[in-house]
C-alpha cells in the first residue's frame, strides 16, 4: 500500500515522472548502500530482534509521513527524507528476513516451498494493498492510507514478539568486521554460478523491473484514470505475482529452477512489451499480470537457488550482496526510467525495456547448460555437508 499512496502523493504534489523516478531512486539507492554491509550483520547478529528493530523504525517512518501528510505540511524534500531512511532500513532488513526464513525451516528439503509461501504472502500484500489504496485514497486521502500502514506495521512487531527463535551457531561471530566482509564478498564473487545468478538478476532488474515507477504516468496519460486505475494496475502485478509464487511453491525441490527462471524471463518480457504497446485496459491489465508472474518465477527461483547453494555460515552476506545488485540496479533503473519518459514517453520507453529483457531471456538460453551443471554440483555438495551437520558420526 504504501508504494502505491507514495508514488501517487509524488505525482500529484509535483505532476513529473523524473521526480517519481528521484524518489524511487532515492529509496532503492539507499537501500543499495547499506545492504552492501547488512550481510555481515545478519550473519553475526540475532536475526530475530534485528528484524523487529527494522521493524519499528518503518511503522515509525509511515507514522511520521502519515502526519505531515494529513496535516498538510507534506512537501517534496520531506517525503525525499522520509524514503531515504526508509530505504536504510529496508535494505538491512531484506537479507535478515531471508535468512530468518531459511532459518526457521528445519528440513531444508521444504525450503523452496517455504520461500515460495513467503513469497505468497508477500504478493497477498500486493494484492490487497494497491487495490485498497486505489479505493481508499479518493474516499479518505494519501494521509489517512499510511496511517493504516503505520498501524499494520506496528502489528508486524507484536507477531515478531510470538515467534520462537534459536539463534544457530556461526564462526563468523568470532571474526571482525573487515574479514567477514571480505569473506563473503570474496565467496559470493568468485563461485561462478552465483555471480552469473547475481549479475543476471541485477540486469534484469536494470533493463525492465523499474516499469513499476512509471505506472502512475499511464493511469493519468495513456487510461486519463485516477489513483482507482492506478490500483488496478498495481494489483494486476501482485495478482501475476501470487499465481508466480504458487506455481514455484509446488515444486517440492530445487532441481528445476534454473529452467524455470528462464520461462519466466521470457514470459516477464512478453507480458512488459504488450503493455508497453496496449492502449485497452483489459489488455493491459492481462500483460501487467504476465509480468507480476514472471518476475516473481525471476525472483523466487533466484533465491531458492542463492539459498541453497550457499553455507550456513557464508548465507546472510551472500544475500546481502545479491541485494545489494538488485537494489543498485533498481535505484538506477527508477532514475533513468523517469529521466527517459521525460524524454521519448513511457510507451517507448516500456518497448526498449522489454526487448532488453528478451535479448537477456536468449543470452540465459545459451549459459543454461554449463549453469545447470554447476548448480547441481554445488547442490549436491551442499546436501552432502547438511547430511555431515546431522549426523557427525557418518564422517
Not at 34 to 45: H, L, M, N, P, Q
Request: hydrophobic share 55%; proline share 2%; net charge positive.
Amino acid at each position: 500500500m504504501k508504494q502505491v499512496v507514495v508514488g501517487w502523493l509524488v505525482y500529484s504534489l509535483t505532476g513529473s515522472a523524473l521526480l517519481l523516478g528521484v524518489i524511487s531512486f532515492s529509496r532503492e539507492i539507499s537501500a543499495f548502500l547499506i545492504s552492501i554491509f547488512a550481510g555481515v550483520f545478519t550473519d553475526k547478529y540475532n536475526k530475530h530482534k534485528l528484524l523487529m528493530v527494522c521493524q519499528t523504525v518503518i511503522a515509525i517512518n509511515a507514522l511520521t509521513l502519515a502526519v505531515f501528510t494529513i496535516t498538510d505540511n507534506i512537501t517534496f524534500n520531506i517525503l525525499l527524507g522520509l524514503e531515504v531512511v526508509f530505504g536504510l532500513v529496508s535494505g538491512l532488513e531484506m537479507p535478515s528476513r531471508h535468512a530468518f526464513v531459511n532459518d526457521l525451516v528445519k528440513d531444508k528439503a521444504y525450503l523452496t516451498n517455504a520461500i515460495a509461501l513467503n513469497s505468497s504472502l508477500f504478493n497477498t500484500a500486493r494484492i490487497v494493498g494497491p487495490a485498497l489504496a486505489g479505493i481508499l485514497i479518493p474516499i479518505i486521502g494519501e494521509g489517512y492510507c499510511l496511517l493504516l500502514y503505520a498501524f499494520a506495521s506496528f502489528c508486524v512487531v507484536g507477531l515478531f514478539t510470538f515467534i520462537q527463535y534459536k539463534p544457530l551457531a556461526n564462526n563468523s561471530l568470532n571474526q571482525n568486521f573487515k574479514n567477514a566482509f571480505s569473506e563473503g564478498a570474496v565467496f559470493a564473487f568468485k563461485t561462478k554460478h552465483l555471480r552469473f545468478i547475481m549479475l543476471f538478476v541485477a540486469a534484469i532488474t536494470l533493463i525492465g523491473m523499474s516499469y513499476m515507477v512509471i505506472l502512475p504516468v499511464f493511469a493519468a496519460e495513456i487510461f486519463n484514470g485516477d489513483a482507482v486505475i492506478f490500483g488496478y494496475m498495481t494489483s494486476a502485478v501482485g495478482l501475476g505475482s501470487l499465481i508466480g509464487a504458487f506455481f514455484v511453491g509446488t515444486k517440492n525441490n530445487i532441481l528445476g529452477l534454473d529452467k524455470l527462471i528462464l520461462i519466466g524471463t521470457i514470459v516477464f518480457g512478453l507480458g512488459l512489451a504488450v503493455f508497453s504497446f496496449s492502449s485497452i485496459l483489459w489488455l493491459s491489465l492481462m500483460a501487467l499480470l504476465a509480468t507480476g508472474l514472471g518476475r516473481v518465477i525471476i525472483f523466487t527461483g533466484s533465491n531458492t537457488l542463492i539459498q541453497s547453494i550457499s553455507p550456513e555460515g557464508k548465507r546472510g552476506r551472500v544475500l546481502s550482496f545479491y541485494i545489494m545488485l538488485f537494489m543498485g540496479s533498481l535505484s538506477l533503473g527508477s532514475f533513468l526510467i523517469g529521466f527517459v519518459t521525460d524524454w521519448i514517453g513511457a510507451p517507448l520507453t516500456l518497448t526498449i525495456g522489454s526487448l532488453g529483457v528478451l535479448i537477456m531471456a536468449v543470452y540465459y538460453a545459451k549459459s543454461l547448460p554449463l549453469l545447470r551443471k554447476r548448480t547441481y554440483r554445488a547442490i549436491k555438495k551442499s546436501e552432502f555437508q547438511l547430511t555431515l551437520q546431522q549426523n557427525p558420526n557418518s564422517k
